[in-house]
């Protein structure tokens, strides 16, 4: 790869990433030699450049497959968003449109360097402006929970906040996941934390999955045998009993049964 198409690609990411580099108040040096290859880091980022641009493309193409329906895909009716992370796709939102739904997984799992899909959409109207306020104010208090959390790397983590319900994605070792954890856990106002994380190992692989999985929930199907339907309300019982309750009725949704045995990541 030539050093203008790699400045090409750097350059892409530093757009992508400006407001998570300004959370977090400077840009670190790059690594890697020749500094824009595909080892290159951003700010605190764990991904590289070209996860980072594959990510931002993920996005961009699940959008134009929940969107390619303008009637189907109004607001007032079908509400979903997508986050891409070193290749984990979220889906969040809201909608009755079940059919609608299931036709855009059907695209969405075919979408090259996918290698997870979650789909926690849920199966009723979409939220109010004010729910929507709320979730972007929870964001923003977990953020700076994390910038200023003790041996947190926070650049490694997105968040998101829908409904209530805080969804932490990154490429993370296990002992910064847990205090990522613990330091959310102490804010008010979350209903549910669901943990979304490759785990570094001593090679700096991360745990990850061969081809494409579409998961509800607490349960894994393969996406071929897949017609994934709106996941159900968890209920809190079992997870309460074990002690995992916090901050007045939040709970932490475990993904050690999502993330699949250690395997190496395309592209890492």
């Known amino acids: 790869m030539s050093f203008k198409c790699n400045l090409k690609r750097l350059a892409i990411v ?16 790059l690594v890697g030699a020749g500094t824009a290859g595909a080892g290159a880091i951003i ?49 969040v939102g809201q909608t009755r449109d079940t059919e609608y739904l ?24 979409p939220i109010s402006a004010k729910t929507i306020t709320h979730d972007a ?33 990154g490429y993370v070792t296990r002992d910064e996941a847990q205090r990522a954890i613990n330091q959310t856990r102490k804010l008010d106002g979350i209903k549910k934390i669901h943990p979304i994380f490759d785990y570094m190992d001593a090679s700096g692989t991360p745990n990850s999955s061969d081809g494409v999985t579409v998961t509800s929930g607490s349960s894994s199907v393969a996406a071929t045998n897949a017609s994934s339907s709106l996941v159900e309300d968890s209920s809190s019982s079992a997870l309460e009993s074990s002690g995992n309750v916090d901050n007045g009725g939040a709970y932490l949704e475990d ?7 250690s395997s190496p990541a395309q592209g890492l």
Do not use: H
């Open 137 to 169: 104010y929870i964001t923003s208090k977990v953020k700076a929970a994390l910038l200023f959390g003790s041996q947190i790397s926070s650049g490694r983590f997105k968040v998101y906040t829908e409904d209530g319900v805080v969804y932490l994605l």
């Open 102 to 125: 299931n036709w855009a997984l059907g695209y969405i799992k075919k979408v090259k360097n996918v290698r997870r899909i979650y789909n926690c959409v849920e199966n009723k109207d």
């Open 14 to 29: 530093i757009a992508i990433s400006t407001s998570s580099l300004a959370l977090n108040g400077c840009i670190t040096a």
């Open 43 to 91: 700010g605190s980022d764990s991904r590289t450049v070209d996860i980072q641009v594959d990510d931002q493309r993920i996005e961009n193409q699940v959008s134009r497959i929940l969107t390619n329906d303008r009637m189907k895909s109004d607001s007032k009716r079908f509400r979903v968003d997508c986050i891409s992370v070193n290749g984990n796709v979220l889906l």
């Open 255 to 261: 993904d050690s049964n999502l993330l699949a045995p």
